[in-house]
C-alpha cells in the first residue's frame, strides 16, 4: 500500500480560540511531524461563503487563522499549507462532480437537515428558508477538496464526519462510471483530540460566544480565565474535577503528572481563584512565544500571503496535471 496522504480544511469564520489549538492545530502540527506520510492542511474559505459572513470578517479570520498555525511552527516545508481559493482545480472539480453527486444524497445532509428542521419548528412556511445552493452543495466542494488530492484520511470533528462518507459515496460512484480515478477516502476521528469546554461550561466554540483566544495578550487572558463558571465551593473545601471547566481545559493542556498534582489540590480544597491563576499561568507561558510571532505576522500579513502563496504553487504541481486527467476521463477533451 501506498503512502497514507493526511488532508483536512479549516474554515475561515471567527479567531482561533484554544479549543482549536487543542482539537485541530496542535495535532495537526504534531502529525506533519511524520515525514513518512504526507499532510495537506487548507484554509477553506470558499465554504465560509455558505455562511454568508462579512467579507472583511472572512479575510481577517483568514490572516488569524493562517497566523496561528505559521507561528505554532508548522513545517510549510514537509506540509501543504494552502488557501482552497488559490487552487482553481477545486471549484472545477467541483462542478464535475455534482453530476456524479444525486440529489437525494445532499438532502441527507445534516446540515441542510438541521436548517430546514429549524424552519421548520419555527413555523416558517419555507422550509428551505436561508438555504443557498452554497450551503445544500457543500459537502460536494469539500468531497473536491478531499479528492483532488488523493487523501486517504481526513482528521475531522464528528460533526464532519458524514461528509467524508459522502466524499467516499461520490468518488466510489465516479469510478464506477469512468473508471478508476480517484482515491477512496476515511474519515479519522480523533478519539484524544480533546473537545474543549468554553467560559460557560458548554463546548467551546463561536457560536455559544464562549470562546478564549489562543492569542489573547495577557491582560484579557486572564480577565477571560478569571471568568469561567465555578461552582461555589469556599476555599478549603474538596472539589469535584468530574465537573469543574477549569479541570477540563487544564488538562487538554498539562502533562500527566501536573493533571496528578492539580486533582491532590483538588482534594485538598484548593480555592477557585487560585485554580485559575494556576490555568492562566499555564496557558500564557505554553502560549508566549507563539504569541510573539503571531503579532509579528499579523502586523506584515505580506509575509503570510507569500506563505500562501507558496503552498499553492506546491499544491498546484498537484492539483493541475491530476485534473488534466480527469477531464480526459469525462470525455473534456482537446479536439486535436
Ligand atoms: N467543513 C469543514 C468544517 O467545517 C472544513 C472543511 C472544508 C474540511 N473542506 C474540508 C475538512 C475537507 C476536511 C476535509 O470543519
Redesign the pocket.
Known amino acids: 500500500m501506498s503512502q497514507d496522504v493526511f ?5 475561515t469564520t471567527g479567531t482561533p480560540h484554544i479549543g482549536n489549538y487543542v482539537g485541530a492545530i496542535r495535532p495537526g502540527i504534531e502529525a506533519s511531524k511524520d515525514l513518512s506520510t504526507e499532510h495537506f492542511y ?1 484554509l ?1 474559505d470558499y ?1 465560509s461563503l455558505a455562511k454568508n459572513e462579512d467579507p472583511d470578517k472572512i479575510s481577517q479570520s483568514t490572516l488569524e487563522i493562517a497566523a496561528a498555525w505559521l507561528a505554532l511552527g508548522l513545517d510549510t516545508e514537509h506540509a501543504y499549507f494552502y488557501r ?1 481559493s488559490d487552487i482553481p482545480e477545486i471549484p472545477e472539480l467541483t462542478w464535475i462532480l455534482h453530476g456524479m453527486t444525486a440529489k437525494g444524497l445532499m438532502n441527507r445532509a445534516h446540515s441542510y437537515k438541521a436548517q430546514v428542521q429549524a424552519n421548520v419548528e419555527s413555523g416558517n412556511k419555507d422550509p428551505d428558508k436561508g438555504v443557498t445552493m452554497a450551503l445544500y452543495s ?1 459537502p460536494i ?2 468531497a473536491a ?2 479528492l483532488m488530492f488523493k ?1 486517504t484520511k ?4 464528528q ?2 464526519k458524514q ?2 462518507e459522502m ?1 467516499r459515496d461520490i468518488a466510489q460512484r465516479f469510478n464506477h462510471h469512468y473508471g478508476e480515478v480517484f482515491v477512496l477516502p476515511e474519515a479519522v476521528i480523533g478519539e484524544n483530540t480533546a473537545v474543549l469546554k468554553g467560559l460557560d461550561g458548554r463546548k467551546m466554540s463561536k457560536s455559544y460566544n464562549n470562546t478564549i483566544p489562543l492569542f489573547a495578550d495577557e491582560k484579557r487572558l486572564r480577565k477571560l480565565i478569571m471568568k469561567i463558571k465555578t461552582n461555589s465551593l469556599e476555599p478549603g473545601e474538596p472539589k469535584d474535577t468530574g465537573d469543574s471547566t477549569l479541570y477540563d481545559i487544564y488538562t487538554a493542556f498539562a502533562t500527566e503528572d501536573e493533571i496528578k498534582d492539580i486533582e491532590k489540590r483538588y482534594a485538598e480544597g484548593i480555592a477557585w481563584g487560585e485554580m485559575k491563576q494556576v490555568l492562566f499561568e499555564y496557558i500564557n507561558d505554553l502560549i508566549k512565544p507563539a504569541r510573539q510571532e503571531y503579532e509579528r505576522l499579523i502586523a506584515d500579513p505580506a509575509v503570510v500571503e507569500r506563505e500562501l502563496q507558496k503552498g499553492a504553487d506546491r499544491a498546484r504541481e498537484i492539483s493541475a496535471p491530476y485534473l488534466d486527467q480527469i477531464r480526459e476521463a469525462i470525455g473534456i477533451r482537446s479536439l486535436g
Open positions: 488532508l483536512t480544511g479549516i474554515t487548507f477553506a465554504h482552497q457543500y466542494l469539500m477538496d478531499i487523501s481526513v482528521p475531522v470533528g460533526d464532519q461528509h467524508v466524499a
